[in-house]
């Protein structure tokens, strides 16, 4: 992380060696402990998700790295002179990270199904659409996936509007991010056969979507070279994801698409050069990230029936 310039302002070090240890150590520790209970957490969804499967789950790892647009919508306020300014920018970081998941077919896990009328439908003249009286209907085997997602790697530097043009609000910004997530992939093959027969080489193609919630841990340095701070907090984030997945065989699967995360808002307090509480400096981040990932299925489970 880069050191935001502050003149005539402590750095963190120096606050800390004049009493801050204590405080520091309780960020610390709340920081640790937060990220036990969230870890927890998403593992035990994930243990609960596999088990009400019937059948076979397969279980693999994924790493995953991207290129991410993380928007800070910034807030400075200055105590002294009784003005907040605000403004927005946007950086480019890298992200990376890793998952632990399960993967099963959703007529697995949505066994039911229902038997469909005897119906019949004209569609041309002489043809038409129909059903018989034993056809049943249900859910489709499109691949459905849950996971546990590790990221991390985001560090940007932001500026915003500040007093003046030359003293803005310079924010240096670290986060990570673990996630519960569900994934569900549209197999294509189905409306390609339908359209142009078979196609070998797009047969293993997919189209996904999902979303993800867990926890956002970040850490802030900003100031505007007369008053300055940090903070490290951690809180509720969630993400959104879309793009398109590829087998090249039955343990390997490749995925590139689009993913956007909202990792909520932090808040630093700022000090003058003498240690006086002066303001605060909040931000609101937000994430547009460009992905790519490689997925490895290292053991099959059975379920229930263990068909």
């Known amino acids: 992380m880069m050191p935001v310039t502050k003149r005539g302002v402590r750095t963190r070090e120096e606050r800390k060696r004049s009493g801050g240890n204590a405080s520091e150590t309780r960020r610390e520790s709340m920081r640790n402990r937060t990220f ?39 807030s400075g306020t200055n105590d002294f002179i009784s003005q907040t300014h605000t403004g927005d920018d946007v950086d480019s970081t890298p992200v990376y990270g890793s998952s632990l998941g399960v993967a099963f077919p959703m007529s697995r896990a949505l066994p039911w199904k229902t038997r469909m009328p005897r119906i019949s439908i004209p569609y041309w003249p002489g043809k038409a659409l129909s059903t018989d009286a034993e056809d049943e209907l249900g859910f489709p085997d499109w691949p459905v996936r849950f996971e546990v997602e590790y990221l991390r790697g985001m ?11 030359i003293e803005p609000y310079r924010a240096d910004y670290e986060a990570w991010s673990v996630m519960a997530k569900l994934r569900m992939d549209l197999p294509v093959r189905t409306p390609v056969r339908a359209i142009f027969g078979r196609v070998p080489f797009l047969e293993p193609l997919s189209i996904y979507g999902g979303g993800g919630t867990g926890m956002s ?10 008053i300055a701070g940090d903070e490290s907090d951690s ?35 700022l000090f003058d050069a003498s240690n006086t509480p002066r303001g605060n400096y909040r931000v609101d981040l937000t994430a547009h990230e460009f992905t790519t990932s490689l997925s490895f299925t290292f053991w099959r489970v059975f379920f229930l029936d263990g068909d």
Request: glycine share 16%; net charge negative; hydrophobic share 45%.
């Open 217 to 226: 841990f970040n850490e802030l340095e900003a100031g505007n070279g007369v």
């Open 36 to 74: 036990t209970r969230a870890l927890g957490a998403v593992v035990a969804v994930l243990a609960i998700g596999a088990a009400g499967v019937a059948g076979a789950a397969d279980l693999y790892l994924t790493g995953n790295i991207g290129i991410s647009a993380l928007s800070g919508s910034g």
């Open 155 to 165: 560090d940007a530097e932001l500026s915003t509007p500040g007093v003046n043009a």
């Open 235 to 269: 809180g509720f984030a969630w993400q959104a994801i879309a793009g398109i997945g590829y087998e090249l065989n039955e343990n390997v699967h490749w995925s590139i698409g689009w993913r956007y995360q909202n990792l909520g808002e932090v808040k630093a307090p």
